[in-house]
């Protein structure tokens, strides 16, 4: 899981341009699976166990990861972008980036300290002010490597920081993306699809179609989500806490689980000993907010790797909390194959 | 000619390659001297002195008649901007920082560092709040100090055993050609100056020098040119440049505020440079065909060249710049024929300097007192 983690976080896949992640995947998955489909959006679904008896299942994490896209290139070569999905504006700054089809290395670079003026220095630079150089002199020159519409993501290489804590970019949801992965080569007790959508961050768009295709009897997404327990483990914003276990979701900005699917997880966490918290905020969403309201409503939870501070070029986590959150969704396959869909 | 400068290029990367590979965090160069050791062990003479500067020395291949050679200094600091820790959190083992010289805090959210520790280097990056938790409000202003920290992945106790206040931190940002014969790093201020005078020196030791050539890898130049003042007394030349780089033109910047990118280094005027100095600079570029264009300073260098100066009973000084894009980032930009042309401008230099040349650099006695 980690080599493949390490790969994952350190493809090229902004939402919309997803095909080294898809790639990778149908490498590590192919041969494998009885059937797999890549469908219009670009969501790769790799359908296991296909004559097993029992509920269908689908396992989803997408493959999408926050970016930028160039919409414009001026008179002197420089790249001006636009964000693609929720990025702060504070970390782009002296960020490193690869851009579009050929990877060109770009810097995206702040006027010198020495010359601001005034009030600048407590100024945030609009992204709509920064611009990436790729060391090009002139728009020609940059038209020949570049062209608008191109994505651009984070140039950032995955490192292990110390022991079990990794940090890199995606991780946000290529944590997802690995975990599956993994659990999609074991011996599953039940018809498995899994997933792995496109477009999340920019409104869970790829989940949508992908569950109205595989019309599942129920489904478990599989996240990075926040954490901001450091440097105030104590913090009311913390959300989750890194290293206690994977986060179940009570409820988020776009879907309220499935009671009884979520009691069903609880109980397995509890029974089966595995470590588990509360996401304890309600901010943000996941694609949870889609497949739950496809094909005429469909039992959804989501299982969720806590990840200090995600959406910007270096992310961080622990891999206990993702073999925990491996452990658990193992482990309620085999609750569910046992003992049906739970009702509400 | 075109492989010409291709190698050219190649061996100026090679060289800010290993340069920007150690950390020289202002006070805290000692990784940069054990490098510049082994670069420059083909030295005559080679020292360090009480600041930490690096003083390696080529004598003249040829004494002047009936006199001493003249002596030349090149000035380059070696020293990087970064941050030092203040005070480790309780709870959470949070590094709390502040800033060795000139720092920019909103280059730093999401950034990879290093903490420089008794047991070794640590890897960390500087934390920040996702913006799902966070108000539009806070992400419309660049976080204060206080709010700033570095997280290493380990535990509070892990982290009091091996992190203590006064270590150092630096920024991580490896050597990359971008396009145009372009190169990005952290340190290129001033690893851009120290690279253009470690290529002087290694030209000037397979040439004829008439004078004696010093070149002083300079310490503490970005928490005010510290080194250089000492060094300059020890070393007393006849005349100094100092190389380092200046403000290239970006979106965001009127043109008269900055050089230009591939237009070759800049030789300064203003009251820090000395005009004869600066007319033998702008000679060897002519004679050499090598591009250079003009850098104005109304007043502060912001180099070493301004504690230079005005050493002993004054030192005539000039100064090279290399124009450079996102000063004090681990972002920054030069172009490497920029690089290599500074370099062949300051051996070039360095082979003028003869006694009738610098005759009257130093001033003159006025005829004419009572009889």
Redesign the interface.
């Known amino acids: 899981m980690f080599l493949l983690l390490a790969r994952l976080s350190e493809a090229f896949g902004p939402s919309g341009d997803e095909a080294e992640v898809r790639q990778i995947l149908t490498e590590e998955l192919k041969g494998r699976w009885d059937a797999a489909y890549v469908d219009s959006m670009g969501n790769l679904i790799a359908s296991f166990g296909r004559q097993k008896p029992g509920p269908r299942a689908m396992i989803a994490a997408h493959m999408d990861e926050v970016g930028l896209i160039v919409d414009f290139i001026d008179d002197d070569g420089f790249l001006r972008f636009k964000k693609v999905g929720g990025i702060d504006d504070r970390v782009l700054p002296a960020a490193r980036v690869r851009v579009g089809r050929h990877r060109v290395p770009g810097v995206i670079g702040l006027k010198p300290k020495h010359l601001l003026k005034g009030e600048e220095a407590e100024r945030v630079v609009d992204s709509d002010d920064l611009y990436i150089d790729i060391g090009a002199r002139s728009k020609a020159e940059a038209e020949e490597r570049v062209r608008p519409g191109d994505y651009a993501v984070f140039d950032t290489r995955f490192q292990e920081l110390t022991g079990g804590v990794v940090t890199g970019k995606a991780l946000d949801d290529r944590a997802g993306c690995a975990i599956a992965a993994a659990l999609a080569v074991e011996e599953l007790p039940l018809p498995v699809d899994f997933a792995f959508t496109v477009q999340e961050e920019i409104g869970l768009r790829g989940a949508k179609v992908a569950a109205e295709r595989v019309k599942p009897d129920f489904a478990v997404v599989l996240e990075a989500t926040t954490c901001a327990d450091f440097p105030d483990p104590k913090a009311r914003r913390r959300s989750t806490l890194l290293g206690q276990g994977p986060a179940l979701t009570f409820q988020d900005a776009t879907s309220i689980p499935h009671r009884g699917l979520l009691e069903l997880l609880v109980r397995t966490a509890e029974e089966e000993g595995v470590r588990y918290q509360w996401k304890q905020t309600t901010a943000g969403g996941n694609d949870a907010g889609s497949i739950h309201l496809a094909a005429g409503g469909i039992p959804t939870v989501s299982i969720s790797v806590p990840c200090r501070y995600l959406h910007t070029p270096r992310a961080l986590l622990s891999l206990s909390d993702m073999a925990e959150a491996l452990r658990l969704v193992r482990a309620l396959l085999h609750r569910v194959a046992r003992e049906g869909v739970p009702s509400l | 000619m075109a492989d010409i400068e291709a190698d050219r290029e190649s061996e100026v990367a090679a060289l800010l390659d290993e340069l920007t590979s150690v950390s020289a965090v202002s006070g805290r160069e000692a990784p940069m001297r054990a490098l510049l050791a082994r670069l420059l062990s083909f030295a005559d003479e080679l020292s360090t002195d009480a600041l930490g500067n690096v003083i390696a020395r080529l004598h003249p291949t040829r004494a002047p008649e009936g006199g001493r050679a003249p002596r030349v200094m090149l000035a380059a600091h070696m020293d990087e901007i970064g941050l030092v820790v203040a005070s480790i959190?309780d709870?959470?083992g949070?590094l709390r920082v502040l800033p060795v010289g000139?720092?920019?805090i909103?280059?730093?959210?999401?950034?990879?560092v290093v903490v420089h520790t008794r047991g070794g280097p640590?890897?960390?990056?500087v934390?920040?709040?996702?913006?799902?938790?966070?108000a539009a409000k806070e992400?419309?202003?660049?976080?204060a100090w206080d709010d700033l920290?570095i997280?290493?992945?380990?535990s509070p106790e892990e982290v009091r055993a091996r992190v203590r206040p006064g270590d150092v931190v630096s920024f991580v940002g490896p050597g990359?050609?971008?396009?145009?014969?372009?190169y990005?790093a952290k340190a290129l201020d001033n690893r851009a100056g120290l690279a253009a005078a470690l290529l002087a020196f290694r030209r000037l030791q397979e040439s004829e020098r008439p004078a004696e050539v010093v070149l002083v890898a300079t310490s503490q130049e970005e928490v005010g040119t510290r080194g250089a003042a000492a060094a300059a007394h020890a070393v007393a030349p006849d005349a100094a440049v100092a190389i380092d780089v200046g403000?290239a033109g970006?979106?965001?910047?009127a043109k008269r505020?900055t050089i230009e990118m591939?237009k070759g280094p800049a030789v300064s005027t203003g009251a820090n440079v000395h005009p004869q100095l600066r007319e033998l600079l702008l000679e060897t570029a002519a004679e050499r065909e090598i591009p250079v264009q003009v850098e104005v300073l109304p007043g502060h260098s912001?180099t070493d060249a301004w504690p230079i100066q005005v050493a002993l009973q004054g030192i005539p000084t000039g100064i090279i710049s290399i124009p450079l894009?996102?000063?004090?980032?681990?972002?920054?930009?030069v172009e490497l024929a920029d690089v290599a042309a500074a370099a062949e401008l300051a051996a070039g230099f360095c082979q003028k300097v003869t006694p009738d040349r610098i005759g009257g650099w130093h001033g003159v006695s006025l005829a004419g007192s009572a009889e």
């Open positions: 959190d709870d959470s949070a000139g720092v920019d909103r280059n730093l959210l999401a950034s990879d640590l890897p960390g990056i934390g920040s709040t996702p913006p799902h938790l966070t992400r419309s202003k660049p976080p920290f997280d290493l992945g380990l990359m050609r971008l396009g145009a014969g372009r990005t403000f970006m979106p965001g910047l505020e591939g912001g894009r996102y000063m004090h980032s681990p972002v920054e930009v």
